[in-house]
């Protein structure tokens, strides 16, 4: 059975450090496009990172640019996300995907396959 799970989500002040993680299960996340999504109250699904198929090429959303760190451990079969310095406009719910799609662009939620359930992150000003 194919899943995502995230955790590390969580009640930060502005200006502090969260590390979301992303465990897979029932597939090999190293032959896939794997990406960190958001979604705020009100707002459109957008994307934060992620890592292509093509290259392990990877993608910052130009508003975490700096700040925010995507990895992966294979061995683990686990994605992360470091963010730091964190703003209260990066409150959202936090997703991770996986994408069977050969690209070097990555950033589109439309081509993944697999998500997570969320996590939430929400920073106080």
């Known amino acids: 059975q194919v899943q995502l799970v995230e955790s590390g989500g969580g009640l930060v002040q502005a200006g502090g450090s969260l590390r979301l993680s992303c465990a897979a299960s029932?597939?090999?996340?190293?032959?896939?496009?794997i990406g960190w999504f958001r979604q705020a109250p009100g707002k459109e699904r957008e994307s934060v990172s992620c890592?292509?198929?093509?290259?392990?090429?990877?993608y910052y959303a130009n508003s975490v640019k700096g700040r925010f760190t995507i990895s992966k451990d294979n061995a683990k079969n686990t994605v992360y996300l470091q963010m730091n310095s964190l703003k209260p406009e990066d409150t959202a719910v936090y997703y991770c995907a996986a994408g069977t799609f050969i690209s070097a662009v990555c950033y589109d939620h439309h081509d993944y396959d697999y998500w997570g359930q969320g996590t939430q992150a929400t920073v106080s000003s």
């Open positions: 890592i292509s198929s093509v290259f392990g090429s990877t």
């Open positions: 029932g597939f090999t996340l190293d032959n896939y496009a």
